[in-house]
């Protein structure tokens, strides 16, 4: 049972748009920042977004993250066939004293 | 180039040690937190633990899972970070991996494996 919800697949066609949500706590989400990771089999994880809503270099922007309250959201526009991964949510929670990630989420572009 | 290698994956039996080691290059180590992350095989990302850096008071923080258990330490004039890790259980089998965080866990390692198994 990961601290941070996210839903554990989402699907859409080549060059459509997906969302991916994460849901959290005061503890953790709304009070710290959040970044989002891509996971490719056999790969070490990527930062795709950090401190909410910032893309590092070399990420297109694609890419987008937004957060309100305890909840966060990662938005890939334009979707490749190089999208399908797994994405996690990550951040401080404040009360545990620890890092905490979502459980995942699976992206198949159909 | 920012580099972090991690070393000292392996097969251990339950019950056992192990010491992973982290060498990194490239950027003023002691001026990061050091974290180590783990994926069990078909799971998620797990986070493991935290060394701050001098600066921040050097102190560490662990997962519930491993408290008690596994050790952190940092050696800022080698620029590498260990994890200890004592009475391995089969469910510690994972892919570790070494990042250092700012706000965020922005570069890692490739990834060590630890295997428990008798």
């Known amino acids: 049972q990961s601290v941070l919800t996210q839903p554990p697949s989402v699907s859409a066609a080549p060059g459509q748009k997906v969302t991916i949500s994460c849901s959290g706590s005061?503890?953790?989400?709304?009070?710290?920042?959040l970044s989002w990771y891509q996971k490719l089999p056999g790969t070490a994880p990527k930062l795709l977004i950090y401190?909410?809503?910032k893309r590092p270099s070399g990420i297109p922007d694609r890419f987008s993250g937004s957060k309100s309250g305890t909840s966060a959201t990662l938005g890939i526009t334009g979707l490749q066939t190089g999208d399908e991964a797994d994405y996690y949510c990550?951040?401080?929670?404040?009360?545990?004293?620890?890092?905490?990630f979502g459980g995942g989420t699976k992206l198949t572009v159909l | 180039e920012v580099q972090l290698v991690e070393s000292g994956g392996g097969l251990v039996q339950p019950g056992r040690s192990l010491r992973l080691s982290c060498t990194t290059s490239?950027?003023?180590?002691?001026?990061?937190?050091m974290n180590w992350i783990r994926q069990a095989p078909g799971k998620g990302l797990e986070w493991v633990a935290v060394?701050?850096?001098?600066?921040?008071?050097?102190?560490?923080e662990y997962a519930a899972s491993v408290k008690g258990r596994f050790t952190i330490s940092r050696d800022d004039s080698k620029n590498i970070a260990y994890l200890q890790m004592n009475s391995l259980r089969i469910e510690d089998t994972a892919v570790y991996y070494c990042t250092r965080k700012w706000t965020t866990y922005d570069y890692w390692g490739q990834g060590t494996l630890v295997t428990v198994s008798s």
């Open positions: 005061s503890s953790n989400i709304e009070n710290n920042f």
């Open positions: 060394i701050r850096s001098k600066t921040f008071g050097g102190t560490a």
């Open positions: 990550g951040t401080w929670d404040t009360s545990l004293s620890a890092g905490v």
């Open positions: 401190e909410n809503n």
């Open positions: 490239g950027f003023n180590f002691g001026d990061y937190a």
